[in-house]
Protein backbone atom coordinates (compact mmCIF):
# COMPACT_ATOMS: atom_id res chain seq x y z
CA UNK A 1 0.00 0.00 0.00
CA UNK A 2 1.36 3.37 -1.21
CA UNK A 3 1.10 6.47 1.25
CA UNK A 4 1.08 9.97 0.52
CA UNK A 5 3.52 12.26 1.18
CA UNK A 6 1.74 14.90 3.45
CA UNK A 7 3.14 18.55 1.89
CA UNK A 8 2.62 21.22 4.93
CA UNK A 9 0.05 24.17 3.39
CA UNK A 10 1.99 27.75 2.74
CA UNK A 11 0.12 30.26 5.30
CA UNK A 12 -0.76 32.25 2.36
CA UNK A 13 -3.16 29.38 1.56
CA UNK A 14 -4.20 28.99 5.35
CA UNK A 15 -5.16 32.59 5.60
CA UNK A 16 -7.04 32.77 1.73
CA UNK A 17 -9.29 29.70 3.75
CA UNK A 18 -9.72 32.03 6.61
CA UNK A 19 -10.33 34.72 4.11
CA UNK A 20 -13.42 33.33 2.86
CA UNK A 21 -14.42 32.83 6.15
CA UNK A 22 -14.55 36.19 7.28
CA UNK A 23 -16.07 36.94 3.98
CA UNK A 24 -18.76 34.26 4.78
CA UNK A 25 -18.99 36.17 8.62
CA UNK A 26 -19.69 39.63 6.96
CA UNK A 27 -21.94 38.34 5.13
CA UNK A 28 -24.05 37.16 7.29
CA UNK A 29 -23.24 40.00 9.81
CA UNK A 30 -24.93 42.26 7.04
CA UNK A 31 -27.94 40.35 6.83
CA UNK A 32 -28.46 40.10 10.22
CA UNK A 33 -28.15 43.79 10.36
CA UNK A 34 -30.23 44.34 7.59
CA UNK A 35 -33.35 41.76 9.31
CA UNK A 36 -32.77 44.12 12.56
CA UNK A 37 -33.51 46.78 11.30
CA UNK A 38 -35.81 46.28 8.76
CA UNK A 39 -37.46 43.00 9.47
CA UNK A 40 -38.17 40.12 7.92
CA UNK A 41 -40.77 40.90 5.97
CA UNK A 42 -38.51 43.41 4.09
CA UNK A 43 -35.28 40.64 3.76
CA UNK A 44 -37.44 37.94 2.30
CA UNK A 45 -39.14 40.27 0.02
CA UNK A 46 -37.68 41.36 -3.64
CA UNK A 47 -36.57 44.40 -2.26
CA UNK A 48 -37.77 46.96 -4.95
CA UNK A 49 -38.99 49.23 -2.49
CA UNK A 50 -35.28 51.07 -1.37
CA UNK A 51 -34.27 51.78 1.83
CA UNK A 52 -32.35 54.21 3.68
CA UNK A 53 -29.27 52.73 4.80
CA UNK A 54 -26.37 55.60 4.75
CA UNK A 55 -25.54 56.32 8.14
CA UNK A 56 -27.62 52.64 9.68
CA UNK A 57 -25.57 49.36 10.74
CA UNK A 58 -26.75 47.15 8.04
CA UNK A 59 -25.56 49.87 5.82
CA UNK A 60 -22.35 50.33 7.29
CA UNK A 61 -21.58 46.31 7.34
CA UNK A 62 -22.83 46.21 3.97
CA UNK A 63 -20.57 48.73 2.63
CA UNK A 64 -17.65 46.89 4.73
CA UNK A 65 -18.70 43.85 3.15
CA UNK A 66 -18.83 45.06 -0.25
CA UNK A 67 -15.39 46.62 0.75
CA UNK A 68 -14.01 43.28 1.25
CA UNK A 69 -14.85 42.08 -1.99
CA UNK A 70 -13.27 44.59 -4.02
CA UNK A 71 -9.56 43.26 -2.71
CA UNK A 72 -10.23 39.78 -2.15
CA UNK A 73 -10.16 38.80 -5.76
CA UNK A 74 -6.35 40.30 -5.45
CA UNK A 75 -5.71 38.96 -2.47
CA UNK A 76 -7.10 35.50 -3.48
CA UNK A 77 -4.68 35.71 -7.12
CA UNK A 78 -1.62 36.84 -5.18
CA UNK A 79 -1.88 33.56 -2.36
CA UNK A 80 -2.46 31.41 -5.17
CA UNK A 81 -0.23 32.82 -7.69
CA UNK A 82 2.78 32.77 -4.43
CA UNK A 83 1.83 29.19 -3.60
CA UNK A 84 1.93 28.27 -7.00
CA UNK A 85 5.70 29.60 -8.20
CA UNK A 86 6.39 28.35 -4.86
CA UNK A 87 7.75 31.62 -3.61
CA UNK A 88 5.82 31.88 -0.18
CA UNK A 89 7.14 32.46 2.88
CA UNK A 90 9.10 35.78 3.95
CA UNK A 91 7.05 38.68 2.71
CA UNK A 92 4.63 37.04 1.27
CA UNK A 93 3.31 35.45 4.77
CA UNK A 94 3.98 39.13 6.12
CA UNK A 95 1.28 40.47 3.59
CA UNK A 96 -0.63 37.86 3.89
CA UNK A 97 -1.22 38.33 7.47
CA UNK A 98 -1.32 42.40 7.21
CA UNK A 99 -4.27 41.79 4.85
CA UNK A 100 -6.09 39.30 6.67
CA UNK A 101 -5.72 40.94 10.15
CA UNK A 102 -6.60 44.32 8.93
CA UNK A 103 -9.57 43.04 6.95
CA UNK A 104 -10.92 41.49 10.24
CA UNK A 105 -10.13 45.28 12.23
CA UNK A 106 -11.88 47.01 9.19
CA UNK A 107 -15.34 45.27 9.99
CA UNK A 108 -15.64 47.35 13.71
CA UNK A 109 -14.21 50.19 12.40
CA UNK A 110 -16.46 50.67 9.22
CA UNK A 111 -19.60 49.21 11.73
CA UNK A 112 -19.15 52.07 14.14
CA UNK A 113 -18.27 54.90 12.16
CA UNK A 114 -14.17 55.21 12.68
CA UNK A 115 -13.56 56.95 9.07
CA UNK A 116 -9.56 57.77 9.17
CA UNK A 117 -8.42 54.69 11.48
CA UNK A 118 -10.77 52.83 9.21
CA UNK A 119 -9.35 54.27 5.78
CA UNK A 120 -5.28 53.82 7.85
CA UNK A 121 -6.34 49.85 8.21
CA UNK A 122 -7.74 49.73 4.42
CA UNK A 123 -4.26 51.07 3.39
CA UNK A 124 -2.89 48.35 5.61
CA UNK A 125 -4.75 45.46 3.94
CA UNK A 126 -3.70 47.07 0.55
CA UNK A 127 -0.61 47.01 1.44
CA UNK A 128 -0.62 43.38 2.20
CA UNK A 129 -1.34 42.23 -1.11
CA UNK A 130 1.47 44.45 -3.02
CA UNK A 131 4.16 42.84 0.01
CA UNK A 132 2.84 39.67 -1.84
CA UNK A 133 3.05 40.85 -5.45
CA UNK A 134 6.28 41.87 -4.62
CA UNK A 135 7.63 38.46 -3.21
CA UNK A 136 5.69 37.20 -6.35
CA UNK A 137 8.18 39.25 -8.67
CA UNK A 138 11.19 38.58 -6.77
Not at 129 to 138: D, N, R, W
Given at each position: MET???????????LLGWGVVLLLVQLVLQAVAG????????ALSARDEKRDLHGH??????RAFYNLLETFPAFAAAALAVAVTGKTG???VLGAHLWFWARIVYVPLYAFGIPGLRTATWAVSVAG??????????
Open positions: MAVTEVPTEITVSEFGLGYMAGRLTGISIALMLIALAM
